[in-house]
Nanobody, 125 residues
Framework: VQLQASGGGLVQAGTSLRLSCAGS????????LGWFRQAPGKEREWVSG????????AYANSVKGRFTISKDNAKNMVYLQMNSLKPEDTAVYYC???????????????????WGQGTLVTVSS
């Protein structure tokens, strides 16, 4: 089982980036998928999640209205479209998968079974 995140980079505030996460060795459709981020000196925080089966999405208040999570079951991919980026969005972003979600929205990192390696997003002011 492997998750491979990509798409990070250095961008200016107000611009957009799309992160991608490719899954291998498992079928994303049967998992709850999440994006987390960790800024320097801070704890990892949940950003967004999507139910692989029905596509129900959820967002942290800090990104609601700016970020959009989506999936492509045929490609076994999950995406995070990030618009109107702010310097405070600077972090390493991780994708993760939960095999047996017990909640409608899974926000706790400890509940996820598989993690990608992270991709760095830097937003300059």
């Amino acid at each position: 089982v492997q998750l491979q995140a990509s798409g990070g980079g250095l961008v200016q505030a107000g611009t957009s980036l799309r992160l991608s996460c490719a899954g291998s060795g498992f079928t994303m459709e049967y998992y709850y998928l999440g994006w987390f981020r960790q800024a320097p000196g801070k704890e990892r925080e949940w950003v967004s999640g999507i139910n692989g089966r029905d596509g129900t999405t959820a967002y942290a208040n800090s990104v609601k209205g700016r970020f959009t999570i989506s999936k492509d079951n045929a490609k076994n991919m999950v995406y995070l479209q990030m618009n109107s980026l702010k310097p405070e969005d600077t972090a390493v972003y991780y994708c993760a998968a939960d095999r047996h979600p017990v909640k409608e929205v899974v926000t706790s990192a400890s509940e996820y079974d598989y993690w990608g390696q992270g991709t760095l997003v830097t937003v300059s002011s």
